[in-house]
Nanobody
Framework: QVQLVESGGGLVQPGGSLRLSCAAS????????MGWYRQAPGKQRELVAI???????NYGDSVKGRFTISRDNAKNTMYLQMNSLKPEDTAVYYC????????WGKGTLVTVSS
């Protein structure tokens, strides 16, 4: 059984920053890619950022230059540093890992509002 636990969401003012974490535990032999996705009310889930085991990254166009994804392979943990947050970043953020199978966390809510 694989578990993903996200943390770090909350309420932040426009222009502010948040750091999300995703800790993976359980029967994980080898994680290939790890990523963050988000889903805003009434919208489809979209890619935020993804990082491979080797450290290659890819970002959604709307977050490029503002968000940074990183991972600690030894701890099976992934992070998302979010800077210059905008109201349109408001969404539930989901952690995803691919380790032979795709696993999803339950999500953490990020609200950007004044």
């Amino acid at each position: 059984q694989v578990q993903l636990v996200e943390s770090g969401g909350g309420l932040v003012q426009p222009g502010g920053s948040l750091r999300l974490s995703c800790a993976a535990s359980g029967s994980i032999f080898s994680i290939n890619s790890m990523g963050w996705y988000r889903q805003a009310p009434g919208k489809q889930r979209e890619l935020v950022a993804i990082i491979t085991r080797g450290g290659s990254t890819n970002y959604g166009d709307s977050v490029k230059g503002r968000f940074t994804i990183s991972r600690d392979n030894a701890k099976n943990t992934m992070y998302l540093q979010m800077n210059s947050l905008k109201p349109e970043d408001t969404a539930v953020y989901y952690c995803n890992i691919v380790a032979g199978v795709s696993y999803w966390g339950k999500g953490t809510l990020v609200t950007v509002s004044s």
